[in-house]
């Protein structure tokens, strides 16, 4: 009686291991898709981008295209999520934004800034430089490559949906050129934005703002070959100030690490 008894017992604790080995792997396998989930720290984003470009006086330059592109890496501030599905970061990357401006415009109604070239070279000081191509055709771009620092809040509300809010400072070089001349400046930018992404694949919209007193890089060139450096005390400035708002496509990349 007492032998039925025991096997009884032990045919009875049987299932109740096999249940508590199943939790366990259950368990175990919730925590690797969350690993794989917050693994992704990679974000890089190919956006198409509006322009607000203006002078020192407040003189808009109409833009005809706009881009931007971005890489960004974050660095969690915490290993284990807030509420299991928050967690805040420090980011930084390269950033680089791109305008193409609309030059198609009457040179005699135009009273915008020194630099802007319209349908004439920028610069005409009835000098014949016998130049192969008309300059003039450049027309006029602007292009700013920085380098992005600053904070972001992910949280994973369900599955692997990401939602992401982000501040940076961009501490950016900035060039402008438009035809024969070619202005260069520090540009720091400022910008925030927000993402909603499904695995590997997002969409996203950002604004940013800068300003930038640039100087004339070919015509302190041109003065030097000429030898005419020690005339030249300094260069000119102009203020220009850019504001976008970036529409994008992000893309996530990022693994687990091997333990």
Not at 2 to 12: D, G, N, V
Request: charged share 20%.
């Amino acid at each position: 009686m007492f032998t039925e008894l025991l096997i009884c017992a032990m045919t009875l604790g049987v299932p109740a291991q096999q249940d508590t080995d199943q939790d366990i792997e259950t368990s175990t396998f919730s925590e690797r898709i969350d690993e794989s989930f917050w693994a992704k720290r990679k974000t890089l984003r190919l956006g198409y981008e509006t322009y607000t470009f203006q002078n020192a006086s407040g003189m808009e330059l109409p833009v005809k295209f706009g881009a931007g592109i971005s890489n960004i890496n974050n660095v969690w501030l915490h290993k284990k999520p807030v509420a299991g599905m928050m967690k805040f970061a420090f980011d930084h990357g390269i950033s680089a934004n791109y305008g193409m401006f609309d030059t198609a415009i009457d040179d005699k109604d135009y009273t915008g800034p020194s630099g802007y070239i319209g349908n004439a070279p920028a610069t005409d000081d009835g000098n014949d430089l016998d130049m192969p191509f008309d300059l003039s055709k450049i027309g006029m771009h602007h292009l700013s490559v920085g380098y992005a620092l600053g904070v972001s809040l992910t949280v994973n509300p369900v599955a692997k949906l990401r939602l992401n809010g982000y501040f940076h400072f961009v501490p950016s070089c900035a060039a402008v050129l438009s035809g024969s001349t070619l202005s260069i400046g520090f540009m720091p930018y400022c910008r925030y934005g927000a993402e909603v992404s499904y695995g590997r694949v997002g969409v996203g919209i950002e604004w940013g703002s800068g300003v930038s007193s640039m100087s004339d890089l070919m015509t302190k060139l041109m003065a030097i070959a000429d030898d005419e450096a020690q005339s030249v005390t300094s260069t000119p400035k102009t203020k220009y100030y850019s504001n976008y708002m970036n529409i994008y496509l992000a893309l996530k990349f990022g693994k687990n690490k091997r333990k």
